[in-house]
């Protein structure tokens, strides 16, 4: 706090407010959305620019600072609501983006299950698929899957890749042998957790 008093001439005052209003600080300190606008701060710091406000609050409250951020890019001034609302996700969209030769990948995240979407796209699509958890001892099988889709030009669903990092160099080798065919319906949808174990040449 005193560095900041010193080094920002924007800040000069700050440490003797601070002790000066220090009943109305610890107030802000204590409450539980110190970082929104319905908190009045004492004295100048009331009109001072919202990143002032996070910098002031990284030194209060720690915590907050990521709501202080969203709440810049949020503003009508800087960039808007739209930098923080992620894109909706259209499966049909991601089918469209892909070949038979090229994968597509979905990374999970804990409690997500994207094979609802999956099917509904099936159904649309009217392709039928094989879905196949990895794990031990599921290699022959993911493998003989694939091959089989490829005859009947349908899909093949490996859920779970990141438990099955020994699998992954064969997988990686079974893309490379796949010739293009751009009206092909066979694809390979893979899921998995972030891993390091994924080949980066599958991605």
């Known amino acids: 706090m005193l560095e900041m008093s010193t080094k920002f001439k924007s800040f000069t005052g700050f440490d003797s407010d601070f002790e000066k209003y220090l009943t109305k600080w610890e107030h802000i300190y204590n409450s ?5 606008l319905d908190n009045v701060w004492p004295g100048k710091w009331q009109d001072i620019s919202l990143l002032q406000r996070t910098i002031i609050i990284s030194i209060l409250r ?8 969203q709440m810049i890019i949020s503003s009508e001034k ?6 923080l609302t992620p894109p909706p ?6 089918f469209s983006d892909s070949t038979n030769k090229q994968p597509i990948i979905i990374v999970l995240s804990p409690g997500a299950d994207p094979m609802t979407d999956i099917r509904n796209l099936s159904n649309l699509k009217k392709i039928k698929y094989d879905s196949l958890s990895l794990g031990a001892g599921q290699a022959e099988k993911a493998i003989s899957t694939i091959k089989r ?3 009947t030009n349908t899909w093949v669903i490996l859920q779970n890749c990141h438990l099955a990092p020994s699998f992954m160099p064969t997988l990686d080798a079974i893309f490379e042998e ?9 694809r390979i949808w893979l899921t998995t957790m972030p891993s390091d174990k994924f080949p980066v040449t599958i991605v």
């Open 32 to 36: 539980a959305n110190p970082h929104t």
């Open 62 to 69: 720690p915590d907050k600072v990521v709501n202080m951020i």
């Open 78 to 83: 800087e960039l808007g609501d739209r930098y």
């Open 89 to 94: 996700f259209d499966m049909n969209e991601v």
């Open 149 to 151: 889709a490829q005859q």
């Open 178 to 186: 796949i010739v293009f065919e751009p009206s092909a319906a066979f």
